[in-house]
């Protein structure tokens, strides 16, 4: 006997209680999205129904390949020169650590040079002083200091010039 459609209402079947049947001239239960196969998917067809089809799988897009790159002459140089200044200040450091009492005595001294020169600076002219007053020849004596006057004139722009010196 032939096969025929029913054209009734969907009912509900007891086999798939889970599904929902979809009315078409052959009673279809739907397709649970983990039943459908590979290469199907919903497509909308021109009259506007969306139904299951075979569909061509989309090619992956093809890897670009890039040629490799030389590294840069600066890149290099850079890379070979970080160990030794890293060991530079390394050296640098260790020798400083040799160094600190040293360069501790060393600031000690230069302070001691720079009170010693600022005293030097504000003793010596007062000592100065002291020993004009000593000898007499300061202002606050009888005896006076000496002056030298000189008097000198000349004519004209390259005119001989003439001059007198007096002690007093």
Same mark, same amino acid.
């Given at each position: 006997? #032939? ?15 889970? +599904? ?11 397709? @649970?999205? /983990?039943?459908?196969? !590979?290469?199907?998917?919903?497509? /909308? @067809? !021109?009259? =506007?129904? +969306? ?8 090619? &992956? &897009?093809? #890897? ?5 790159? &030389? ?14 200044? =890293? $060991? ?6 260790? =020798? ?19 009170? %010693? ?9 007062? %000592? @100065?002083?002291? =020993?004009?007053?000593?000898? $007499?020849?300061?202002?606050?004596? $009888? +005896? $006076? ?22 002690? +007093?």
């Amino acid at each position: 006997m #032939p096969y025929e459609p029913t054209l009734q209402s969907p009912t509900p079947d007891t086999r798939h209680e889970d +599904r929902t049947f979809y009315p078409t001239t052959i009673q279809q239960p739907a397709m @649970l999205p /983990t039943e459908i196969p !590979p290469g199907v998917d919903w497509v /909308t @067809l !021109p009259n =506007g129904v +969306r139904t299951l089809a075979y569909t061509q799988p989309t090619a &992956p &897009p093809a #890897p670009v390949i890039v040629a490799a790159q &030389p590294i840069p002459t600066w890149a290099k140089t850079t890379a070979l020169l970080t160990p030794t200044i =890293g $060991g530079g200040i390394a050296a640098a450091g260790i =020798g400083l650590s040799y160094a600190a009492p040293g360069l501790i005595a060393m600031s000690q001294a230069l302070w001691s040079a720079v009170a %010693l020169i600022a005293a030097a600076a504000v003793g010596v002219p007062v %000592l @100065l002083r002291l =020993g004009r007053a000593a000898t $007499g020849t300061g202002t606050g004596t $009888g +005896r $006076g200091s000496t002056h030298i006057t000189q008097n000198i004139t000349a004519s004209g722009m390259f005119g001989k010039a003439n001059g007198t010196i007096n002690h +007093r």
